[in-house]
Structure formats: C-alpha cells, structure tokens
C-alpha cells in the first residue's frame, strides 16, 4: 500500500509556500491593519463577578470626556438583535455579544465604549459607572450537576446542556466475557489555543448600498450567516472580506459575538467600528477557551490486553453559555476506538453550563482530551498485565489489510498501516537504546519515563456529529469550491472561498491546479473571493483543506483541462478520445504535429466562438463545489453514522526526565511516526506537525485558565498562561510514511491536529512511567510541576505529609 | 507632542501622545504595519524592533523615549520592494512560519543574532528567540531558517572553490 516513488510534478515536492514572501516582509493584511477613514474604537466593559445581576449602568461621565461616541449595554443590543446562532437546541441559553439583567462569568461582556481611539474608549470605559447584585455561582461541572447547585441560566431549569448516552455493539455481553476490566479517570484542564494574535473585526456599515462589509481575523463556518440573522440583515446586506490573514487560529478565532457587537454599532453610529481584543480581552472575555473535561472510562480485556469494550463518560465544562461547543463531544465518535480494534462502546456525552468564561472549537474539536483518556487506558491496561506499552498497542491495533474499517460508531477508515510506522519510529529513535538512557538517568537520580502515544486523526471534515448530538439539523455535507479562470490573454487565476490562519492554502490551490494543469504553480494567481461572490466553503476546520479545497481545486481544474480538450477536437477535428492534453496544449494521438497550443485555445474560447463546439459557452472559467468525499448521510436511529472520510496516523514516543525535588519534567527524546498520505506540500505539513506537538505539550505541562474560588480567572495574561516557548520544544524527529487515502483525489489526508492529539497523551504517559515506582498515578493534565514535585516528596516520604 | 524618530535610516517628525507606546506610534502615526501586537506585556515579542541594532519590544516602550536612538522595524530589512534579504529568503526556504504574524519580529530577531554572531550553535538559536512566541510552528522550521541564512550569509554554500 505504501507509496515511495513520487509521480507527481509539483505535489509533494519541496516547494516554497508562496504566503510566506508577504509575512517575512511585514506585508500580512491582517484584521489590525486595516484603517478606514472616520473609523472608530471599542474597548469593553467586563463584569467583575464570577455571576452578578447588572443593577444600573451610569454613562454620564463616559459620554462627556471629548472623542466618546457611544457607549452601548446588552438591554439596547438585546433589543436590537436576536440572540447568536447555538448549536443544541436551548432557547433559554441565550447568548449575547453583551451580558443582558444578568452577567454570568467574571469577565464578562457588559458594555462596549466607542471613541475616536482605543485609548481614549479604554479611558472612558473606567468612567462607566456600574452597579452589580452578586449571585451564587458554580464553577465545577461535577457540582454543577447537583440539583442543588446554583442555576446558570434559570428559565433552562438545570445546568445540563447535553446528556446523551450511545450504545453501540453488545456492550454488557462484552464486559460480562472478559477476564479483565479496569477503570481510570482522566481530567483535561480548561486550556485553548490562544494565537498570538487576538481576536479582530473591522464593520462598516454602508447605508446607501445596505451592505454590512467586514474584515475580521475568522475561522468560523457559517460565519456571514450568523451576522445576518443575528443582526436581522438579509444575507445578501453582509460582505465578508476573505482577504485578511489571520494571524492563527487553530479553530478558535470564531468572533461571532464581536462581529455582531461591532456590526451593530456600526448601523447605529454611521461611521466604521473596528474591535481589536487586547490580550485580557481575549482572555478572559473573548469566549475562546477550551475544553475541561472529566472522563471516567472502563476498559473490558482479555489475558492478552485485547480490549473489547469500552465505557466512556465525558463530562464537559462548557462555561456559561454555548454556540458549538457541545459538538466537541461529538466528533470523538468518528474515532471513538482510536486506532483499535475494540468490539463494542458506550458512550456518554455530558456538558453542563458554569460560571466560567464561554468555550470555543479548539485544534481537533475535543478529540485531545478523548485521545488522553483512551490513551492512559492503555498504558493502565500494559502496566496492569506486565505487558510492554508498545506491544499493546500492536495487539490492539486494526491491521492494514482490514481497511476500509467498519468501527462500532458507524465511521469507516478509509486506509492506514499502523505497525509499520511504529516500526519506523522505534527504528529512526533505537528504542532498546532510549530504554538504556532511561535507565542510566534513574541511575543518575532522575525520575524518567517513556511515554508512547497512538492517535488518529479524522479529517475532511464533515460535521454529521452535529445531527448526532442534535436531530433537527440534517447537514449531510459540509462543501468546498473552487474557481479557475484563463483570462483572454492566457493567464491562470483560482479563486478560493474563505480565509486562512496560516495552513498555506493559496500555495495548495496554486499547487493541486498546477499539477492538473501541468504549468508551474508560481504562475498561477490565487484570489480570495467576498462572502457575496463566493461559492461555498466551510472554512478551515476539521482537518478538512488539503482533502476539501484540494479536491475542490483538483475537480475544477479538470473540468476546465476538459474544455480545453474539448475546444481544440472539435477545431482540429478529431473525435474526443484522440486529443491528448499536454502541458498546456492538444494534439491529436494519431497524428502529434496536429496540436492547437495555449494562445490557440484562448483565442477560439474568448474570441473565435464560430472554432467552439456547438452549445459550449464561451470563455474559459469553471467552477467546482465539492462534497465531502463519503458524506451524505443522517445518523441511524441507533446513533451511528458515517463522519470523516479519512484517518491520518500518527505515533508519539516521548522520553521524559524530572527533576526528583523540583517537579519539573523535561522533554529529553521526542520521536514520530506520521503518515498523512499524499503530503501536497511537505514542508507545510511538517510545520503543522511540530506546531502540535508545542501546544501539545503546553496543554500537558503549562497552560490552564485557572480559576480562584471566587470565580476569577487568575491566568489571564501571558505571565501566568504559560505558551511554550523555544526552551520547551525539544527538537523533534519525524519519520513520513504514506498510506495514500482511497477517497481522496491525490491520495491526501488531513495534518493539521495529530501533533496535538497525539503529544499530551505521549507525555502524559511518560510522566506516569516516571512516578510509578513512587506508585504515583497522574490522570490530571495540565501536569503542573509544583503539583509533581509535592506528590513526589509525599510518596517518598508518607509521613511528611502530617508535619 | 512633537517627538523626532529615527526609523530605517530617515528622521521623522511625529506628533503623538506622551503615553503612546512605540509600537502605536509606528503602527498608527508611521504606518508600518509590520510589528504586531500580541499581548502588549512584553511577553510573545511580537512587536520587536531593533534599537540601536538590539531587539526589543516596542510595546513595552513609549515613542518619546526612542527619540535620539536609531531604530530598524521588519520595513527596513527588505532591500528594495519585492526584494529579499537573505535572512528573510532563508524563512521562506524552510517555511519558518505558518500565520506570518510573529514572524516580523522573528526575522529582527534573527537579524539582531547573526550581526552579534555570525556562528550560531543551534543553542544560540533557541536562546535568541526564547524570548519570542510563536503558537504556529513549535519552532522547528524558524530555527532551521536562523541556521540556514547564518550558513548563507558566512558563505558556506558557496562551491567549495570560492570559499576562502
């Protein structure tokens, strides 16, 4: 199955990124660069309440320092708009862009300040005088679950969102046949992923034209239509620029409720309004944390560590309110067995509301939590039976020649070979010798231990999770486009759909048409449309664009190969199957000096229509909008269905050294074992790799949103939410191997999550065989070293502990 | 007031606020757009400039204490519009970068190393840009792109012929 030889032009060769000339010049277009005249600021209004009833709101003093426009409250907004797009169907969890009577999380949004700068609306924001009614509050998910407990939102009657229990094979028989069952529970800390830059809209609101225009730093599907209905605009009074480069994302930069706020005081003010978070903004208010989860999972195996079933409660912390979150319980079901072979699952997907800050889709959307719980599981089930972490893993693993995979939740993978690249990975890193460092660093005092991790990443992206978890959506497919035209003077442009937040789509598109085309990507322009002249595109989530704009492209630049073929048949004559397309020109199979070149097609198309085959349209533009290969499909009404068209595979092997009195773990060896299939452009997805495995490692080592008991959010800047820098990414070896995807056009899959799906879980489990001679087990993350260091001396001295 | 700013080589004149830090004053008075604000806490470096040919963060800095002092942002590396300088052309080879939005400062960064160190040990590399973050590329790609143009720039991928 394994491909080696590479027979493409283009594709998977080490081509440049063409994104990059603009950014090591300092010439991105990002959200924050965009000055329109007579433009105005916003700075904002937090609740300083973990809950609080909002009681009065004095402006006075704000409206009369010079430069103030306006300043804005949730009970006009409220007013004004509906309230924003959710996922689950909860009437009485209303969102909005500003907290209305009531603020339900410290930090909150409670009113917005227009001035003629952001520091004179940051000045007037602290003239605003506000009265607050403190409420109880609750922050823990488990207590939030107490009927006794403080209501979030009381006309909802409960804190519970979602509880929703699948059942998929013989789950009891299962359990009840085999020898061995073991329980563990796994806690994933409040963490995101915070790019570097924040989160940014610009609205202008054109009353002669009834057009809404917006640049914003967006990753967020559906985007345009959410600003339309919650701003009770038609769809076509919205254009969103696709041509702002967003400065990272990662899945969360989803700005809906800015947008609306922005929006709004646009169409009331009648001049532009631009918001640009700052860092405790975005924090604290920006609705863009991530999951807190709580698993508790019992694993049901044999004498051999062959598991056969699985029960898996996730309990979900959303925070105070939801838009699509709660779906990030549901998108673990497209690879709810990870990479094995497991018979039979129960699953319990759980998300309560509390009084902390709102979450949003983060890298993976809430597979890394799913992908640790299963993945200490293993490892529980290795040290349990003596058996190597490892050999566990092969035992469990679905061969490569039982692909396409069939597992319980109704998903097919569509290929991979799991053994051979862990072969490659033990192989590039000398296991036996990594055991032997390991060893001589315990002998040198240290705590170490080997962590292995497997994970899959489904990608292509296709959001079925969401009739899943909701039955009254019927999204079957989740589409792409793409555009190609050869203007009259033979130049190439492809117009994609959406933005980008650094995943090089421009280069993919120029790439994939290039390849079909057969003329050099470089030459070829890749434009970014408006919302009200694009195709349909659903944005770069889910793993989703090398598969999806890439076929997308593929597809169009074929039709497009195919009029050409068409144009010069029929002008040289010749039926359809003896005109061969080369480089750009066609020439007939049985007779190779008979060819019309580029120029010669482009004049009959543009110009010599009486040379065009009948009823063929003249020019040469196509259009391409492309369905989730495999998609289609609603849920059964047992609750399984068919989501990602492929799984990408990756494999971790982490050696971790601690210090004994300090606490703090040290990534010593990092080794992977990737495949993605087709990699279009390898130095792209290598990129993607690395960056997740840093923010792996944060999410295991350094970044919580950690709250006090009063419901305050005390890491709210860059000094107490810790980012890896350069000192904590260990240099990291990848092995490629490649299983080329079935259903896709190039044989591509997606490579934008598995470092981060796969690192926390590696680590987490180095950590575990670090401890376990102290008979410490760590199923906490982040894995703090404070915390390490106290449990480490508690273990090695029991009794110090009463001192 | 009225402050004189020596940037990329040309003394300007700007009107700005006392409190305005360097970073507004060049984004917003001087229109280079190239330094970033990313936590505006002297964290991530986003904004850094070269002052005085040392890296440091222009959010942490107010405009009025940059009078007198030569300074260089991401406009003043590129040789001429459209042009690469071998440090920027080096990013570029390795992909040392993904979003574009630290990666100004990188390149300064870079810049402000190479001058002082024309040999980096891939430690020096790590060390120089600790101090900037980067949520895209776990670093990787950047500090190959650091040790690609220090090769370029001493000359060591010149035909072994015309190597000193």
Redesign the interface.
Known sequence: MSETANHFRFVATERRVREDRRFVAGKGHFVADIDLPDMRHVALITCPHAAARILRIDKSAALALPGVHYVLDGAELASATLPLMTGLDTPNVPRRPLAHEIARYSGEWVAAVVADSRALAEDAAEAVEIDYEPLPFVLDAEQALDAASPLVHEAHGSNVLLDKTFVWGEVEKDFAASAHTLSLRVKWGRSSTVPIETFGVVARWDPWREILDVWASIQMPRYADQIGAALKVPQTSVRVHYDVDVGGSYGVKRGIKHTVLVGYLSRRLGFPVRLIEDRLENMRGGDAHGPERLFDVDLAFDDKGIVRSMKMRALENLGAYAGRSPFQLGKPIGDIVGPYKINSVQYRALAVVTNKTTQDAVRGFGQAPTNVALERGMDEIATMLGIDPIEIRRRNFIRRDEFPYLIPSGTTYDSGDFHTVVDKALAATDYRELKAERDRLRAAGRLAGIGVAACLEPSGGNATFEALLNPSITTSTFMDSCRISIDGMGAVTATMHTTSSGQGHETLVGTVVGEVLQLDPDQIRVTRADSLNSLPSGTPVGSRMAIMLGGAAFHAAEKLKAKLVAIAAHDLGIPLERAIYERGSVHDRDAPQNKRGWADLVQIAYRSFHRMPPDMEPGLSVAHVYPVPTGGKLPTADGRVHMYPCVSFEFHLVLVSIDPDLGVPEIARYQIGHDCGTQINPKIVRGMTMGGVAHGIGAALYEEFAYNDDGQLIAQTFMDYLLPSSHEMPKVNVVDHETPSPFTVLGQKGSGESGYLGAPAAIANAVNDAVRSLGLSINTLPIRAAKLADMIEQAKSPRANNT | MRIKLDINGTVQEVDT?P??TLLDCL?DNL???????????G??G?CTVLFDGEAVRSCLMFAAQAEGTPIV???G??PGPGE?SPI??A?????G????????AM?LVAHALLADNPNPK?EDI??A???????????????DAIALAAERLRGDNRPAELRS
């Open positions: 606020e409190r305005t984004r229109n280079l757009k190239g330094a970033h604000a990313g936590c505006e806490h964290v991530c986003a942002t991401i406009e590396v590129s690469l920027q052309d990013f570029c080879e390795t992909h970068m993904q979003c574009g939005y630290c990666t100004p390149v891939r790590v060390d840009i600790s101090g900037n973050l980067c949520r895209c590329t776990g670093y990787a790609q950047i500090i």
